[in-house]
């Protein structure tokens, strides 16, 4: 029996609890019985008493007469009836057998109902009741010697039986919490068997609703949670080595073939550049990795300062000014004079490059772009909403929940003819949320997509 788990801590407090409960009940009925005792032995010595001064009256002066009538005409007592008239003056008057052994009288004020105690004559208990009678005092007793036999019966009774209960009891206890806590044993054993290869497996539950149970469904969920982020993690890692080594092959299958023979000025900078492009992916890709490893540990690098995200929005459209027309798309700013927020302005404008970019990569030829930005009153708040409109290639309805999701491409190939990896839109929406925002998106294949991204101007960080 280990001294530290929860069952012998449990059990040994119902134990001590249920000691102190029969200590203190069992205190309380002996002292109950012994009031009870010397109640009702005391109401019979009162009744007694007045039978004793009717009697008294009756034969007047003659005490020792009238104390022989009294015992002759007293009902019969336990142990039998002692008695011992004394005058007004404590001279006795008469002593009935057994009372030479009393303590003498002792002069002192007595109430109407007279004076109870014990005494002990010869080792033996006697209730004795002292009471004023006509001409003089009455002490008349009964042996209480029965009466305590039986209570010391009763006590040693309590004594001798409360351990044999205590220790049923505290079994049962034992008993009762070991059952109880038997699930906590179930949910230890099943979390101990739970790791990184079958996080799928849940804790039992009894569907009882008790505190176990909830404890059990808690659990539960927060291994679902863990599922989810380890597979995310799993599936992040793959998918960073799966980005990771497509350039860096390419790059070392060009050297190894730049050096495999001698080749010609034109031949080695063609070489080059196509290792240059591939390192300049690969960068892109390592700097997108490791700022969303930041964001994820909460340590990113933003610096909120007062900006003005119309003149944000203006650069940024025309930065990617060039890149439209080079596609031979159309692209168009609408922005108010002046839109001031709290914000990382370098953020801000990554963010729409990302939108706009990806609207020029998925916008055929002669297609529009329209980038836009509004400001309107919601419930007493200014609120931003910026708006990247393309006529696209629109997104597939079934696509739509997880164009956010890292490394996710609507290419079920994963075709790298536009370049990207699949982290623009995820590291959009963190920038978004990150400024207390929200990315929106609609679609339509064939006609185009729109981003929305809302922000909350009066927003102070």
């Not at 007047?60 to 002759?72: M, R, S, T, W």
């Not at 002990?120 to 009678?133: C, K």
């Not at 290792?275 to 960068?283: D, G, K, L, P, Y």
Request: proline share 4%.
């Amino acid at each position: 029996m280990n001294s530290r788990s929860i069952r012998f801590r449990l059990t040994a407090a119902y134990a001590a609890t249920l000691a102190f409960i029969l200590a203190v009940a069992g205190a309380g009925v002996l002292f109950g019985v012994r009031n009870a005792i010397e109640h009702t032995i005391d109401q019979d010595l009162r009744a007694r008493v007045r039978t004793i001064r009717s009697l008294m009256a009756d034969a007047g002066p003659a005490h020792k007469a009238a104390g022989e009538e009294i015992l002759e005409q007293a009902p019969s007592a336990p142990g039998g009836l002692r008695l011992r008239i004394a005058s007004g003056g404590r001279a006795r008057e008469y002593n009935s057998p057994g009372t030479t052994d009393w303590p003498p009288f002792v002069a002192r004020q007595l109430p109407a109902r007279g004076k109870t105690s014990t005494i002990a004559v010869r080792r033996r208990a006697v209730r004795t009741l002292v009471a004023s009678v006509p001409s003089g005092f009455a002490e008349i007793g009964v042996p209480v010697n029965e009466f305590d036999e039986m209570e010391g019966q009763f006590r040693w009774t309590l004594i001798l039986a409360s351990p044999l209960l205590l220790g049923l009891a505290s079994a049962a206890g034992y008993w009762m919490s070991g059952r109880a806590l038997k699930p906590v044993d179930e949910i230890a054993q099943s979390a101990r068997r739970i790791g990184g290869r079958n996080l799928s497996e849940r804790l039992y539950t009894n569907g009882t609703g008790d505190e176990l149970d909830r404890l059990a469904e808690t659990l539960n969920e927060m291994l679902a949670r863990l599922e989810a982020a380890f597979q995310k993690i799993t599936q992040f890692t793959a998918d960073a080595s799966h980005e990771l080594r497509t350039p860096v092959a390419i790059m070392r299958t060009t050297a190894e073939v730049i050096i495999e023979k001698p080749r010609n000025v034109a031949e080695h900078e063609k070489g080059w550049e196509k290792i240059v492009a591939q390192t300049e992916r690969t960068s892109h890709l390592i700097d997108d990795l490791l700022l969303l490893a930041r964001a994820d540990a909460g340590r990113d690098d933003l610096q909120f300062e007062v900006m003005d995200l119309a003149e944000v929005l203006t650069s940024a459209g025309e930065e990617m000014q060039i890149l439209a027309e080079v596609s031979g798309l159309r692209l168009s700013v609408e922005a108010p004079e002046k839109a001031p927020m709290t914000g990382d302005p370098e953020a801000i404008r990554r963010l729409l490059r990302i939108l706009l970019d990806n609207a020029i990569k998925y916008t055929p030829a002669q297609g529009e772009i329209a980038l836009s930005l509004e400001v309107c009153d919601r419930a007493g708040t200014q609120t931003a909403v910026i708006r990247v409109r393309d006529t696209g290639a629109g997104i597939a309805a079934e696509s739509l929940p997880y164009i956010f999701d890292r490394f996710y491409r609507t290419s079920r190939d994963r075709s790298r003819t536009t370049g990207g990896a699949g982290l623009g839109l995820s590291i959009a929406q963190w920038i978004a949320a990150r400024h207390g925002g929200k990315l929106l998106v609609e679609s339509s294949p064939g006609v185009g997509s729109t981003f929305s991204l809302v922000l909350n101007i009066d927003r102070r960080w």
